[in-house]
């Protein structure tokens, strides 16, 4: 039987097969950890990461709420970034993680922010 992180690992490796970044549709990787969520717009033709945020920025700081907020936070942090950085749109890379929860609203945060994906 494989673990849970064996799984998330093998449906990560299928996802890159199909998803590149280039550097006028990056790609916006997300991470998920117990307590943070980390997002990044890479140009993997380059092989550099063009913008990153998280739930651990020094503007995000301080700020007491849950976790599902605190992915919408980091969601409308990145389209910023990425908006100030003249990135439109993007290829989401959900890496491995299901569409579901903060994955989800960190998507849908994106997207409000001016994020076409």
Do not use: C, W
């Not at 599902?68 to 970034?81: D, F, H, M, S």
């Not at 989800?104 to 997207?111: I, Q």
């Amino acid at each position: 039987m494989k673990s849970k992180k064996e799984k998330r690992q093998n449906s990560r490796y299928r996802i890159r097969r199909t998803i590149k970044g280039t550097p006028d549709s990056p790609r916006l990787a997300v991470f998920r950890s117990n307590k943070q969520i980390y997002a990044q717009l890479i140009d993997d033709v380059a092989g550099n990461t063009i913008v990153a945020a998280s739930s651990r920025d020094k503007s995000l700081d301080g700020k007491k709420v849950n976790k599902t907020e605190q992915a919408k936070l980091v969601g409308a942090l990145i389209g910023e970034k990425a908006m100030q950085a003249g990135v439109d749109s993007v290829k989401f890379d959900r890496g491995g993680f299901i569409y579901h929860g903060r994955v989800k609203a960190l998507a849908e945060a994106a997207r409000e922010s001016g994020l076409k994906f």
